[in-house]
């Protein structure tokens, strides 16, 4: 069983920065391409950012040129660095294994206006 472990996020004013982590517990970390996803009260949930095995990465057009992911095979962790943060980036963020249903236990993020 894949276990995907969250850290960080919390609360922030408008324009600020956060980041957000997702460790994983097994190697299958290093074959799988890794995606965060974010859900807002009353909201789908929606695919934020992914990041495939070498690296390439993909985003949302709503956070295009304010959010970056990465991933550190070695550490087995994929981040969210979240910059230039809005209010309507409030949410509960999860990241998730792409190819498999593995999901980590959810992080909050609020942006205060």
């Known amino acids: 069983q894949v276990q995907l472990t969250q850290s960080g996020g919390g609360l922030v004013q408008a324009g600020g920065s956060l980041r957000i982590s997702c460790a994983a517990s097994e190697t299958i970390f290093n074959i799988n391409a890794m995606g965060w996803f974010r859900q807002a009260p009353g909201k789908q949930r929606e695919l934020v950012a992914g990041?495939?095995?070498?690296?390439?990465?993909n985003y949302a057009d709503s956070v295009k040129g304010r959010f970056t992911i990465s991933r550190d095979n070695a550490k087995k962790t994929v981040y969210l660095q979240m910059d230039s943060l809005k209010p309507e980036d409030t949410a509960v963020y999860y990241c998730?294994?792409?190819?498999?249903?593995?999901w980590g236990q959810g992080t909050q993020v609020t942006v205060s206006s």
């Open positions: 998730k294994t792409l190819a498999f249903n593995y």
């Open positions: 990041v495939g095995t070498l690296g390439v990465t």
